[in-house]
């Protein structure tokens, strides 16, 4: 199961037959043959029960855990031949992550944060790099905190600026987990509103695993997931 893309254009992820197991004696089968494209520009939804395997799928497009067996694909890029200091490579180039708890660097200010990836992948700071993190943090309305430390943030705000910096090195696609889960609805509806405007305004791509229905209907498109498989696909 899974989507195509317009024709002519390229997957930002292409997962074919991949399957993950755990063990050595006793084998785990945590996900069971899993076919799914992610396209440019695709606001999409991963969502099950708690076991379905949505953590592990999300791991193996993150480049962060590699399958059993199936490829796995980064705009066209076959991942499975590539050595760990290569898939950090792609990773940091096309990937960007979003998590329920928001992991800023609490020494650093709300600009360091957005400026990390940069900073650590061009190893000293730049006029560009500043100016790019600026210009995230008033994107996601925090223009006004950039020299705030990250303790001195309200939950809210620590989640914007991990947005911000999950974006700074422009990536074809972001993966959040559970990126709401730790938020007050109102402030969960706000987040949620912010990824829809960034999606439509840069185009780019999304896959967030929620278990809260309010946010997955408000993405373009639903995957579930029950017991290692796709269960459904839609689109709203």
Known sequence: MGE???AGETPVVQLRGVRKTYGERVVTEVLKGIDLQIGPRDLSALTGPSGSGKTTLLNLVGLLDRPTSGTV????????GLDDG???GLRAAKLGFVFQ????????????????????RHGRPA??????????????GLAERARYRATDLSGGQAQRVAIARALVAEPALVLADEPTGNLDTETSAQVVELLE?????????????THEASV????????????GRIDSDRRR
Do not use: K
Not at 127 to 140: G, K, S, Y
Not at 197 to 209: D, E, M, S
């Open 216 to 227: 997955a209907e408000r993405c373009h498109r639903i995957v579930h997931m029950v017991d």
């Open 127 to 140: 006029p560009w790099i500043r100016e790019r993190a600026l210009a995230l943090l008033d994107e996601v």
């Open 197 to 209: 405007r960034i999606n439509a305004r840069r185009g780019t791509a999304f896959l967030i695993v």
């Open 101 to 120: 708890f928001h992991h800023l660097m609490p020494a650093f200010t709300a600009l360091e944060n957005v400026a990390m990836p940069l900073l650590a």
């Open 73 to 80: 694909e980064i705009e066209g890029t076959d991942v499975g």
């Open 86 to 88: 290569d898939r950090t």
């Open 4 to 6: 195509s893309v317009p």
